[in-house]
């Protein structure tokens, strides 16, 4: 397949463009780094790898044939798109519109990299593809989430006006190498002052729960969307589920850390619980995560002592 990735520079996107290298596919990386890194891509040496910088919310232009648009572009974490409020917003409706006029001028398969903010501060637990979600569109995170709720209805539009070949995939958090240390998410937050002997940051008492799928297995899932037939939202992550401070100790315990804990006020509208129902990505994809949490942090707890040797160096 020739295939483009916008947001390709970025953490999941770059794991997805080495995932598609290996299977001998030709990846179009497109990218603005607002958010993305070149050194997430530097590693990369082949000539079935492409990098263009681009902001996405402009008029894209590709040569050639595609098969496949898979539209990552967006900032992700709570730092990013409360930095960023109106690019995130563009990003997830004029990049959007971009990429799926793209796909369909290509006559290409379209996969719209959603979020399990769509379903906001949830009333419902764990969270179906069903529900519809409780979110506020004008408190600070609404940003973000807004911008991905358009983005399904955008693309859900021109599947059903143009008969376009779409995928929506809801991803839950997910972790591994490349993560920024200071984006404001959890785990590498967590790992990032567990290394560096800072006060660990946990926001309100703790008790707020997550569930953290690994990049490994998010990438697979992903794969095996883009190859069903299917144009309904789909979750993926992982279904273990656990409170901030119960993740907050284990990356101590795992790091070898002295850093004490401290508690910080509770961000506006930091949903209370996230936990991803799979049932409908096990039935069609045949897919649910196989690395274990104290596994997955291991390897990223490595990558990122190795990272942060760099830096200081």
């Known amino acids: 397949m020739r295939v483009l990735a916008t947001g390709g520079a ?8 080495d995932f598609l290298l290996a299977r001998g596919h030709e990846v179009l990386c497109m990218d603005n780094l607002l958010t993305g890194a ?6 990369i040496r082949s000539d079935r790898f492409t990098f263009i910088k681009l902001d996405v919310t402009n008029y894209i232009y590709v040569a050639g044939p595609l098969d496949y648009v898979l539209h990552f572009a967006s900032p992700a974490s709570p730092i990013d798109y409360l930095e960023h409020p109106i690019q995130t917003l563009k990003v997830g409706a004029l990049g959007t519109h971009k990429a799926l006029g793209l796909a369909k001028e290509k ?4 996969l719209l990299a959603s979020t399990s903010e769509v379903y906001g501060d949830p009333l419902v637990h764990p969270q179906r593809e069903e529900y519809w979600g409780n979110v506020n569109p004008v408190g600070p995170r609404g940003v973000y989430d807004e911008a991905k709720r358009f983005a399904e209805a955008l693309t859900m539009a021109y599947h059903r006006s143009h008969g376009l070949d779409t995928r929506i995939v809801r991803i839950f958090n997910t972790y591994g190498s490349r993560m920024r240390s200071r984006d404001g998410r959890a785990i590498p937050t967590f790992i990032a002052q567990a290394l560096t002997g800072e006060p660990i940051t946990v926001y309100g008492d703790g008790s707020q729960t997550r569930s953290f799928c690994y990049i ?22 992982n279904p273990e589920e656990m409170s901030l401070l119960e993740l907050a100790k284990r990356i101590l315990r795992l790091t070898g ?9 509770l961000p506006q509208d930091d949903p209370k619980q996230r936990r991803p129902d799979i049932t409908r990505a096990r039935q069609l994809l045949g897919w649910e995560p196989r690395v274990e949490l104290e596994e ?3 390897r990223t707890i490595e990558w990122f002592r190795l990272a942060l040797g760099r830096a200081q160096s």
């Open 10 to 17: 970025g953490f999941i996107g770059s794991h997805l463009c």
């Open 38 to 43: 070149v050194e997430n891509i530097a590693h």
């Open 107 to 110: 006559g290409a398969k379209f």
């Open 216 to 237: 490994d297995d998010l990438i697979d899932g992903i794969w095996r969307l883009m190859q069903a037939g299917t144009s309904d939202p789909l979750n993926l992550g």
């Open 257 to 265: 850390s002295s850093s004490t804990m401290v508690f910080a006020p």
């Open 296 to 298: 997955g942090l291991r």
